[in-house]
């Protein structure tokens, strides 16, 4: 009898076992997206900013989505050695199945990484010709022949007849002014002088000294900080008394009150709702590239989304190249072409009261 009423106690348990288990919520797939950015260091506040939109961009997955996506993200500092451990890290150990990454040093070397482990990298960066290269590699930004053509129609709008270029010598930098080069030439608009200057420079005086000499009635600045600052501080010192125009990268100067009403272009950095959920999260400023990134969560979570069964690498790759008509958060809809480009028309921008304003058209 004894033995019995065991068997029977036994039965019973391993019975509530099944029912509890049935009871207990099917754990889904999890899909990892890795992001690797300047958290520190001269670039903190473009790198925190993204950050605040990537984590804003995943509390907006609906909690009835098929799957977990988790975000790992990683600082660099923009030091190429650290980004070189944080993509390692994502393929080798966290084993990520999308990366994103900012600005085209970082992307140029996530990208053969990211190739060879099959692993889908979106970027945001300048330049074209480095992301045809490889298959598993997106660019979310304009193309740097939209980029001339826009700065060039400024230039024309604005009567210039000679401009001088100081910019940094950087592969993409340099791919964007040849289409500069080639529609100046066109429109009779003379180049007085392109002055190239390496990463980590710090002194300006002899190509300032050179630009006055020859008396351009603007001056087109194409630099990152800390670069940025110190050339319009010895400039300022050296009485160029120029104004300033640029592509993008422009609103990174801790100069804005000292450049009022400087005019120039560049890529979209959000639309009014975007702007405003951006504001409504955090007092950083929107900076390049933010809405950019926030776009590449919601892209990642609306591929995968479309399958039952988690899918392959292979086919979110296949469907990035076949994206169109999404809703971005740059403002309107974009397509991803075949060489895996995400392009956008730019917008022109002046500083206003010591902050970026639009100029409408």
Known sequence: MK??????????????????????????????????????????????????ALLMAKEEIPSDSKYNYEL???????????????????AD?????????????????????A????????????????????????NHFSKPETQAKAFVELLQEKDIKKFA????????????????????KEK???????????????????IIEKIKSQNPDIVMLVMLNPELDIFIKQAMEANLNKPYTAIDLLPATNYKKLLEG??????PDGSADFKNKFAQKTDLPLTSCVANLYDAVRITVDLYEKYNAKPSSEQINNDLYHLRNFDSAIG?????????????DLIKVKFEGGKLKTIEE
Not at 262 to 267: A, G, K, P
Request: net charge negative.
């Open 165 to 184: 270029i100081v910019a940094i010598n950087y592969a993409s930098m340099t791919e964007m002014l040849e289409y500069i080069e080639k529609d100046t």
């Open 115 to 138: 190739e060879r482990n099959k692993i889908n990298h979106i970027g945001c960066a300048w330049g074209e010709k480095f992301f045809e290269e490889y298959k598993y590699s997106f």
């Open 262 to 267: 400087t005019e120039f272009v560049m890529s």
């Open 93 to 113: 150990i966290k084993k990520a199945d999308v990366v994103l990454s900012l600005f085209d040093g970082a992307a140029g070397i996530i990208a053969p990484v």
């Open 3 to 52: 033995k019995f009423a065991l068997v029977l106690c036994m039965i019973l348990a391993l019975g509530a076992c099944k029912d509890q288990k049935a009871k207990q919520p099917q754990l889904k797939p999890i899909v990892k997206i890795g992001a690797t950015l300047p958290l520190t260091g001269n670039m903190a506040n473009i790198g925190n900013a993204i950050k605040e």
């Open 72 to 90: 790992i993200i990683e600082d660099d500092s923009y030091d190429y050695k650290r980004t070189a451990l944080n993509i390692n890290n994502f």
């Open 188 to 206: 009779n608009i003379g180049i007085t002088s392109v002055n190239l200057v390496n990463f980590g420079e710090r002194d300006f005086r002899i």
């Open 332 to 344: 309107g809809q974009v397509n991803v072409d075949e060489n895996g480009i995400i392009d956008a």
